[in-house]
């Protein structure tokens, strides 16, 4: 603060400036990265980015049985849970030093 208790500008804006440019880089760290989820010991496994977009479902053949595809349905969705959680803890991890610890709170341009 500078005297008579008024913040400095210039430097809230340098800090500003200086957290956008750390926020996009982890967005583009996010874009690249992939996580995999999987369920039943790996009978079923999906692949989700960073941003949170799947990319691929595999099961393997063991998994399917014509007899009981609630079990499958079940496994998948699983999967896709279990690769939801990877993305919202990596998106902690690349977001967190970026924000500074501000949680959800939401600033226009960031």
Same mark, same amino acid.
């Given at each position: 603060?500078?005297?008579?208790?008024?913040?400095?500008?210039?430097? $809230?804006? =340098?800090?500003?400036? =200086?957290?956008?440019?750390?926020?996009?880089?982890?967005?583009?760290?996010? *874009? +690249? /990265?992939?996580?995999?989820?999987?369920?039943?010991?790996? @009978?079923?496994?999906?692949?989700?980015?960073? %941003?949170?977009?799947?990319?691929? $479902?595999?099961?393997?053949?063991?998994?399917?049985? *014509?007899?009981?595809? +609630?079990? @499958?349905?079940? %496994?998948? @969705?699983? /999967?896709?849970?279990?690769?939801?959680?990877?993305?919202?803890? @990596?998106? +902690?991890? =690349?977001?967190?030093?970026?924000?500074?610890?501000?949680?959800?709170?939401?600033?226009?341009?960031?």
């Amino acid at each position: 603060m500078r005297p008579g208790g008024q913040p400095n500008m210039q430097q $809230i804006m =340098k800090q500003a400036q =200086k957290m956008q440019q750390q926020v996009a880089q982890a967005q583009a760290e996010l *874009a +690249e /990265a992939e996580v995999t989820g999987t369920a039943g010991g790996g @009978l079923v496994t999906v692949v989700v980015t960073g %941003l949170g977009e799947f990319k691929s $479902i595999k099961i393997d053949p063991k998994a399917v049985d *014509a007899e009981d595809v +609630e079990t @499958l349905e079940d %496994l998948v @969705l699983a /999967a896709i849970h279990n690769g939801s959680e990877a993305v919202r803890e @990596l998106t +902690e991890q =690349k977001m967190g030093p970026a924000t500074g610890g501000l949680g959800g709170l939401s600033l226009p341009g960031f």
